[in-house]
């Protein structure tokens, strides 16, 4: 089922970051080109965990898509200190490389809409380049530079874009493109970026002020209560769209961790989105991800959304997403991410959790270890490769014709089609559990996603009910049955 795999990582220097290697462990087999899209992505209508790009599987059904993979904050856009050079400048084609190699086929590409707080010192001094609109003002932003235009696009930032999302095409990966940006709003504890905002009066010429009660922050840029605001920004959403529309492997996320009070904002954003690309050729999907803080309703208000999908959060009402997920409903695509459960966090056992639950994982990967991360280096590298892992599987089983069935493993944690496929994982390690089959001959494989390895396969007749199993060798393991016909065929 896997094989050994080389991929890469990257490590921060002062002026870029780098590439170096290690031995990822195992993946599946089969390692063929990049699977392209063959068309924008739609919510599977048998089977709503899971989008479909229209392909069809040799039964005839839709073939489900397994998004998965590592992001990071400076993927789209550079960084440096106020008064300095940019001094992050991210080397994109090894962070394709790198997800290329551990199998991931999902970023989120990051967007920041003006400057941000310094997350390490907590002071309003990083900015971000390039920005949406021209600095082709006169007069001097309170980062000392020129002032905004908003009437004028900064074209560097489209073209960016857009390579950016076709360099990830070829290489078979889907972006879901962040429009707008909560942590350069408003301070969320750590610091006020809105100093550094177009949409500050004090930074553009065209007399837009997105501070409309004169607090010092910019809440208001992600409500609908100032109109000129609201057009500039559909304005904004159009060009994004007019410059991505014809590429298949797009979705769009409407903002990152922008608190509650933008739920109306963002539904109208989400319907923005929807009606301009209905008289477009393609349509693609749009998400909302989870709010910036866990008040209770929140993932209420996801669900209640006109998105396709969603990111959840822990809000203490639906759910233990960090430790034990509860499985997709089909209400949404759910794409669970670190970023909003830990900030950084996770390991190899939530992966497997989230993708036996129904749900998409992906990583919020800060790429190497800084010293403020609790996770360990073997926690963070066992998440990025139970992703490829997971997407190896996706692959192989049918998965629009699967569904979380917690209760037919006595581990709790199984996708299947009942009397045809199970994929069974057991957390506990050395645990015994059992499986509710139906009668019938099945192939089976044992997996142990710590060493990396296909223990052990064979073939097993089994009447209907409780069978009992035990992984043949010590940790989590994963165990597949497919059914085999009378013919001997799969």
């Known amino acids: 089922m896997w094989s050994d795999r080389r991929c890469v990582v990257f490590r921060r220097t002062p002026q870029m970051l780098v590439l170096g290697a290690f031995v990822t462990g195992w993946l599946m087999t089969a390692q063929t080109a990049p699977l392209i899209a063959a068309g924008p992505l739609q919510v599977h209508p048998a089977n709503p965990r899971y989008f479909t790009d229209g392909t069809k599987m040799p039964d005839g ?14 993927n789209l856009q550079d960084a440096g200190r106020l008064g300095g050079p940019l001094t992050k400048r991210f080397d994109y084609d090894g962070y394709l490389e790198f997800l290329t190699q551990l199998d991931h086929n999902f ?29 082709g003002g006169s007069g001097i932003t309170l980062d000392g530079k020129p002032k905004f235009d908003l009437s ?6 489209f073209e960016r874009l857009r390579s950016r999302v076709v360099a990830a095409r070829d290489r078979g990966i889907y972006v879901g493109v ?71 492997n797009v979705l769009y996320e409407i903002t990152n961790e922008t608190a509650i009070f933008s739920r109306d904002w963002q539904y109208h954003m989400v319907r923005y989105i929807k009606e301009y690309e209905a008289g477009k050729p393609k349509q693609h999907p749009v ?8 008040r209770e309703g929140s993932m209420e208000a996801l669900f ?30 759910i794409v669970s ?3 909003h459960l830990w900030g950084v966090g996770g390991d190899r056992v939530w992966v497997w959790r989230s993708f036996t639950r129904g749900h998409h994982p992906v990583y919020m990967d800060p790429l190497s270890k800084p010293d403020w991360v609790r996770s360990s280096e073997a926690e963070m590298q066992g998440a990025r490769k139970a992703m490829g892992q997971t997407r190896r599987i996706a692959e192989r089983v049918n998965l629009g014709t699967m569904t979380p069935r917690g209760d037919l493993a006595s581990s709790g944690y199984c996708l299947a089609c009942p009397g045809r496929e199970y ?68």
Not at 62 to 73: D, E, F, M, Q
Not at 287 to 294: E, I, R, V
Not at 312 to 329: E, H
């Open 107 to 135: 970023m989120r590409m990051w967007a920041w809409e003006g400057g941000a707080w310094w997350w390490q010192g907590g002071e309003n001094d990083e900015y971000y380049a390039p920005i949406a609109y021209s600095r």
């Open 287 to 294: 998400g909302m991800t989870a709010f910036d803080s866990g």
């Open 61 to 74: 059904s839709l073939r489900a898509i397994y998004l998965t993979g590592s992001h990071h904050w400076h």
């Open 337 to 339: 991410d670190t970023d």
């Open 178 to 248: 962040m429009l707008f940006q909560g942590w350069s709003i408003y301070s969320h504890g750590y610091g006020n970026p809105w100093p550094l905002h177009p949409f500050n009066e004090a930074n553009n010429i065209n007399g837009i002020n997105g501070d409309a009660d004169k607090d010092g922050e910019g809440r208001e840029v992600h409500s609908l209560q100032v109109p000129a605001v609201t057009r500039l920004q559909e304005a904004y959403v159009r060009k994004v769209v007019d410059t991505l529309n014809d590429l298949d």
């Open 423 to 490: 994929l069974v994982y057991q957390p506990t390690p050395g645990k015994a559990f059992s499986v509710d089959l139906e009668a019938g001959t099945y192939r089976h494989e044992w997996c142990n996603p710590q060493q990396g390895a296909t223990v052990e396969s064979g073939t097993l007749t089994v009447a209907s009910g409780q069978r009992r199993f035990q992984a043949p060798f010590d940790g989590d393991a994963v165990l597949y049955l497919k059914r085999r016909t009378q013919e001997g065929h799969e």
């Open 152 to 157: 004028q696009f900064n074209s560097e930032y």
């Open 304 to 333: 209640a959304s006109p998105a396709d999908w969603i990111s959840p959060q822990n809000d203490g009402v639906s759910g233990d997403y960090q430790n034990d997920p509860p499985a997709a409903d089909g209400r949404k695509v």
